[in-house]
């Protein structure tokens, strides 16, 4: 395999400390509500911090680094110029959005599956665009969704009967989730979607796809390729980083949450755009931070590879595990735990899919969905591939005796 082809190990780290801060950041709106956490759910004072510390350090974060690394990743996939390797492309988006649906019917609502089916067929037109092009067409979709954004952030501030109605539909889906069959439950997720859609499209879609155009430069790059060759850039990255956005999203969690939890105020809208407005920076710091760790420690995050490697079965896998953890079809713990048992059941849950991962991965070439979605595109099976060159570097073996 060329070296330009080989695989990196730097984005299976990420990837699998993207999956961490996503569970921690899904599990609430699986566990406790369509709102996630409310001021009902933070009477004590460890809930209170475990939900404040969520939403500065992971809410809105890591799925922009998960959305980055899908960039980077086309990379792999899709080659300038090879008609090929864009109808694989495009077979790849059908999969992730079958998969996303039934995901966000079955399992979790706030499926990102659908989105990158959806925001990837935006990438195809930027394959052969240079990187200039691709970084200015990311920035403008950034910049009209940070503006539409402040928009419904004005208007939800200034008309609180809106809040009101949502708060039907909430108070409709979170019954089906706490006393439902799987059926209810999937019936509710099923109505609900076209609205839930409209919110994430909203809200995180346009700095998805700013990260996704980020990614396929970086990614051209190799910007990952070599941590310790590009410490430089990283160090840069991770002060920034860090230093602009650890401050920025404490103070907007602090508005967000006040002293009573999110209570819809003007202060905590206020809040709430901050928070968006400056996720992508600790984005920023996250990365860089992770690079630099992974290139001084690296037997510190090699265990994490694997996960990496099959982080579309640990995604749909977590999902599986809280749904049948809290809703009524399952456990039946909806709604029962406050916020620092519901992280840590989050918690325990990715770390046990890693360790059954990395299990899984000893003995197959790839997770099993993805394995189902490269069988889909046409990469065929690369456990068969490997066999196939074992076998004829033994009869070359055979022939030289």
Same mark, same amino acid.
């Given at each position: @395999?060329p070296e330009?082809?080989?695989r ?8 699998a ?11 609430p ?5 369509l709102d ?9 004072p460890?809930?209170r ?5 969520t ?15 899908? !960039? ?9 110029g ?15 959005? /079958?998969?996303?649906?039934v995901?966000?019917?079955?399992f ?27 970084l200015?067409t990311?920035?403008v /979709? ?13 208007v ?15 108070d409709?889906?979170?019954e ?8 209810d439950a ?14 994430? *499209? ?18 051209? =790059? ?14 840069? @990255? ?8 650890? $401050?920025?999203?404490?103070?907007a ?7 009573? !939890? $999110? ?16 996720? $992508? ?6 990365? !860089?931070?992770? *690079?630099?760790?992974?290139?001084s420690r690296?037997r510190?995050? /090699?265990?994490? =590879?694997?996960?990496?490697? *099959?982080?579309? %079965?640990i ?5 599986i ?9 399952g ?6 735990l ?5 992280t840590? /059941?989050?918690l325990?849950?990715? *770390?046990t ?14 997770? $099993?969905?993805?394995? @189902?979605?490269?069988r ?9 591939a ?6 004829e570097?033994?009869? %070359?073996e055979?022939?030289?005796?």
């Amino acid at each position: @395999m060329p070296e330009s082809r080989s695989r990196q190990f730097l984005p299976d780290e990420l990837r699998a400390i993207a999956l961490l801060g996503i569970v921690l950041v899904n599990a609430p709106f699986i566990a406790v509500g369509l709102d996630g956490f409310t001021a009902e759910d933070l009477g004590g004072p460890l809930d209170r911090a475990t939900s404040f510390l969520t939403t500065a350090l992971a809410e809105g974060k890591f799925y922009l680094l998960f959305s980055f690394l899908f !960039g980077y990743s086309a990379n792999f996939i899709v080659r300038q110029g090879e008609a090929g390797d864009r109808r694989r492309w495009k077979r790849r988006l059908v999969a992730l959005a /079958v998969i996303g649906l039934v995901h966000a019917i079955f399992f979790f609502i706030g499926d990102i599956l659908l989105a990158y089916a959806v925001l990837g067929a935006g990438l195809i037109p930027l394959f052969a665009r240079s990187d200039k092009a691709v970084l200015v067409t990311g920035g403008v /979709v950034a910049g009209l969704g940070l503006a539409w954004l402040g928009l419904l952030v004005l208007v939800a501030a200034s008309d609180p009967g809106l809040t009101a109605q949502g708060g039907e539909i909430v108070d409709s889906y979170d019954e089906a989730m706490a006393t439902g069959s799987f059926l209810d439950a999937a019936q509710a997720r099923l109505e609900t979607l076209p609205v839930a859609l409209v919110e994430l *499209a909203s809200i995180q879609w346009p700095l998805a796809f700013a990260s996704f155009c980020v990614g396929l430069v970086a990614g051209r =790059r190799r910007i990952l390729a070599d941590p310790a060759g590009k410490a430089a850039l990283f160090r840069r @990255m991770a002060l920034i980083g860090l230093g602009v956005g650890l $401050p920025a999203q404490f103070a907007a969690a602090a508005l967000w949450f006040g002293t009573n !939890g $999110p209570d819809g105020s003007a202060r905590s809208f206020a809040g709430l755009a901050l928070l968006l407005v400056s996720a $992508p920076v600790l984005s920023t710091g996250y990365l !860089g931070a992770l *690079a630099i760790l992974s290139a001084s420690r690296p037997r510190l995050l /090699v265990v994490l =590879r694997p996960a990496g490697r *099959a982080s579309l %079965s640990i995604y749909i896998g977590e999902s599986i595990v809280l749904s049948t953890i809290f809703c009524a079809w399952g456990l039946g713990l909806f709604g029962k735990l406050g916020a620092f048992a519901v992280t840590v /059941v989050a918690l325990a849950t990715w *770390a046990t899919l890693v360790v059954l991962v990395t299990l899984w991965l000893g003995r197959y070439p790839q997770g $099993p969905l993805e394995s @189902m979605v490269s069988r889909w595109t046409g990469r065929g099976a690369p456990r068969q591939a490997e066999a196939d060159k074992r076998k004829e570097a033994l009869r %070359s073996e055979g022939l030289n005796r």
